[in-house]
């Protein structure tokens, strides 16, 4: 580049003092080869690639898309340094155990500036109500107001929500509805409940307007409560709403969540004896069935 500069210099020098020396439309393709190399290495120095999981088979085949899969038989290679000025995001689909090994490497090999990785933490088994890790889709609540909460979408590709396949190139609205559950669940265990005090949580109403695809890319799930009773730390009701959005505005959805947290041992006689009514009921039925069904065999006999 510096040789350039220095060629380019001249050549208008010259320009100047002897006129008929240099052509102008010369000194002008000097200058756009100039602009034009000015550009290419800006382009270059603002590659970002997006890192999404193997499922995501369509969406990857999109430019600046690449599967995680391909990432790691990267770095598998010893010598391997990604191109000046090329940013890996690590987006949606991977796993904690396989995003904590590609730190592990980008860190040991010196190019962990290369790397772009989820800021936020994953939440925990205790506010996500999840056994298993791959089964947890958010990141760890934040509060940014009395009434306001933001998360971000964490996506396993293991996820029983994925386990069985991918359609197209959108994260399927199921998974947006999962995550939506687990997001007031986080929040209401991070921010409200009495520590002291193990809850069961009553979905009463549950509504989702879909607006637009969401890709698996960056998601926000921005999180309101509008209205709310929480006096009483035994039963404690709930009215939200959630928009789950793509990183630069786009919103995928909109959901409105009511519900309650109760303290356990009161639902859980609720439940026990809606259990035993439930299994009455369908024994009486069955046996009205069975009765019917003999008198028949007695008729026709």
């Known amino acids: ?14 320009e100047v003092i002897v006129v008929n020396v240099v052509d102008n439309s010369f000194v002008r393709w000097i200058y756009d080869t100039f602009c034009c190399i000015l550009m290419m290495e800006k382009n270059m120095e603002n590659k970002t ?12 085949q999109n430019s600046s898309v690449l599967k995680i899969k391909t990432l790691e038989d990267r770095l598998s290679k010893g010598d391997y340094v990604p191109d000046r000025g090329t940013l890996y995001v690590l987006s949606q689909g991977i796993s904690q155990d396989r995003l ?28 996500s ?8 889709m958010i990141s760890d609540p934040r509060q940014i ?19 069985d396949h991918c359609t197209g190139q959108h994260i399927q609205g199921m998974v947006l509805i999962e995550s939506a559950r687990q997001a007031f669940l986080a929040v209401t265990e991070k921010y409200f409940v009495n520590q002291k005090i193990k809850y ?14 969401i890709y698996p890319l ?7 409560i509008n209205k709310s009773k929480t006096k009483n730390q035994n039963r404690m009701s709930f009215s939200v709403t959630m928009e789950i959005s793509q990183i630069g505005g786009l919103i995928g959805c909109q959901v409105d969540v009511e519900f309650t947290a109760f303290e356990s041992s009161v639902i859980e006689k609720i439940e026990a004896k809606q259990a035993r009514d439930s299994i009455s009921n369908a024994r009486s039925v069955l046996t009205q069935k069975e009765s019917k069904v003999f008198s028949e065999d007695v008729v026709s006999s």
């Open 145 to 163: 107001s009395e009434n306001e909460f933001q998360l971000e979408l964490r996506l396993d590709e293991n996820c029983a929500d994925m386990a």
């Open 129 to 136: 109500h999840k056994h298993q890790q791959q089964n947890i």
């Open 200 to 213: 069961y949580f009553v979905i009463d109403s549950f509504n989702i307007n879909y607006i637009g695809f």
């Open 49 to 60: 690639v997006y890192v999404v999981g193997d499922k995501f088979e369509l969406f990857s």
């Open 1 to 14: 580049m510096l040789w350039l500069l220095i060629f380019l210099g001249l050549v208008i020098h010259s």
């Open 218 to 224: 960056g998601v926000n799930i921005y999180y309101r």
């Open 100 to 127: 904590n090994c590609i730190v592990s490497k980008v860190k040991a090999k010196g190019i962990d500036r290369f790397f772009a990785f989820p800021k936020s933490p994953l939440a925990g088994k205790l506010l």
